[in-house]
């Protein structure tokens, strides 16, 4: 008999999935990493119509759109939000096995009571009956988050940033959501990046000026470590293409630093040695503040370069990359760890070939009286799909403890992208339900529910304390 499409059981394939399911799905969100805008939050931002808040700094959605030979101008462009948003009710149908397709009618009906197929001929249907919901007291940044039950959002924040949107929500108490800044150090480890001397400006305006040595630059990123601690920062987070590690010490390191300020051109090794010690500096830092540090490995940013200078970064350009990580992520690890200030780690695979590669990774560096220190992040970005969030799952489970999971994220830049919570549980439920089913693990209920919730919510609000 052929399943109802989208149905309360969506995904959803037997009774234990449902049963846990119906507790998990309940479970408050903390949404650990995100790239939503403080300022939208702050400011409480409203919206005009429904193509704003649904395709506005979507750039999954954009590949998409580009896919299907949409013009750009519909996409990032300056055409009409109508005509961008009848240009994605184009596209979803064609999306079959993509989930922006989940996504999307999940969006639509969760957060606008639209049960409608997404195509042309609805798209004026949908585009009216989603506005007058727009235009609701309630429908804005904090009423979105209120909706999708949002207990504690980490943004994405760059060290010498303001953070005046953070200050101003820490003293708003007519809003129950905390919102907490994450430390997010791209801009300062990318020192082989043409945008790494303009940084300094920032730096400048930040500090009052700009550092002219590493020692300078370490004590400015200790007094901005100190400033984001007093606003709940829990969560640091670095980006990289490869993992470095070329150790050296500060002298050496100092004179890299004034070399690429003085306009000269660095090797490879120095560029490594750079990366490298900042980020054991770092490391260390944070272990010292109970902060967790988050590595995100294996992108490839801004491949094509012609839209890049068009139109920059973060708008669907960027890809998986496929470096050797085993060898420097375990000495980079271990160089922290022999110190004793290895911080609470979560470390994400964009490369799926490298899920065995990271779990493994973690049994090393547990530590005696902590619980699951080192994590399996979730299926991220080009990974946050049903089959790579059951690989991430499954291969967690192979290699380690799923049970003691911190559980999913948005990754995102929508307040409608909470949705993706619900269909991670969904399927979490579905893998642990169907284990149950087939006799692989006996059917607990007070145990399963606990894990399923755990896994949801509880793991992540422990971790971060």
């Known amino acids: 008999m052929m399943k109802k499409f989208l149905d309360e059981d969506f995904l959803l394939d037997n009774d234990t999935a449902k049963e846990l399911f119906f507790h998990a799905g309940k479970m408050p969100i903390i949404d650990y990493h995100c ?11 409203r919206y005009d ?8 700094a979507d750039h999954y959605k954009w590949r998409a759109m580009r896919g ?15 005509d961008k948003f009848c240009a994605w009710t184009s596209v979803v ?5 993509n989930p922006l397709f989940h996504w999307t009618y999940l969006e639509l009906k969760r957060y606008f009571d639209i049960d409608k197929e997404i195509c042309p001929q609805n798209a ?15 429908f804005s940044a904090r009423g979105l988050i209120k909706k999708s039950n949002v207990e504690v959002i ?92 070329s150790p050296c010490d500060e002298n050496a390191v100092d004179l890299i630093f004034r070399k690429k300020l003085n306009g000269e051109k660095l090797t490879a090794y120095e560029i490594d040695c750079y990366r490298t010690h900042m980020m054991l500096f770092l490391g260390e830092e944070y272990a010292k503040k109970n902060w967790v540090m988050q590595l995100h490995m294996s992108v490839m940013r801004n491949n094509n370069s012609l839209m890049f200078s068009k139109i920059g970064a973060d708008t669907g350009f960027d890809s998986i990359n496929d470096p050797d990580v085993a060898q420097p992520l375990s000495r980079l690890l271990d160089a922290l760890a022999v110190k004793e200030l290895l911080p609470k780690t979560v470390l994400y695979a964009l490369n799926p070939k490298d899920n065995y590669v990271l779990c493994s990774m973690l049994g090393n560096f547990q530590a005696k009286g902590e619980i699951s220190k080192m994590q399996f992040g979730s299926a991220w970005w080009f990974n946050d799909h049903k089959d790579g969030m059951e690989l991430q799952l499954k291969t967690l489970a192979n290699m380690g403890v799923l049970s003691k999971f911190i559980g999913m994220l948005t990754d995102s830049r929508s307040f409608l992208s909470y949705t993706r919570h619900e269909y991670f549980r969904r399927i979490l439920c579905n893998v642990m339900g169907t284990w149950v089913e087939n006799g692989e693990y006996p059917y607990n209920r007070e145990l399963l529910i606990k894990m399923a919730e755990d896994i949801s919510y509880r793991n992540i609000k422990k971790y971060m304390e």
């Open 124 to 138: 004026k249907y949908i585009w009216d009956a989603a506005n007058e919901k727009i235009s609701s007291p309630d």
């Open 154 to 245: 980490c943004t994405t924040d760059d060290p010498f940033d303001s953070l005046e949107y953070h200050s101003a929500l820490v003293k708003d108490d007519s809003f129950a959501t905390r919102v907490l800044p994450a430390f997010r150090t791209d801009n300062l480890i990318n020192i082989h990046k043409d945008t790494f001397i303009p940084y300094m400006s920032k730096i400048k305006d930040a500090m009052g000026k700009a550092p002219s040595d590493i020692k300078e630059l370490k004590e400015m990123l200790l007094k901005r470590i100190e400033f984001f601690d007093s606003l709940g920062c829990r969560f640091a987070d670095q980006s990289v293409d490869t993992v470095p590690y």
């Open 49 to 56: 119509n429904i193509s704003q808040v649904w395709l506005g």
């Open 68 to 82: 299907c030979g949409i013009d750009e101008k519909l996409i990032t462009g300056d055409a009409d939000d109508y």
């Open 35 to 45: 790239h939503l805008n403080p300022e939208e939050i702050a400011l409480d931002r």
């Open 93 to 97: 149908p064609y999306l079959i096995g």
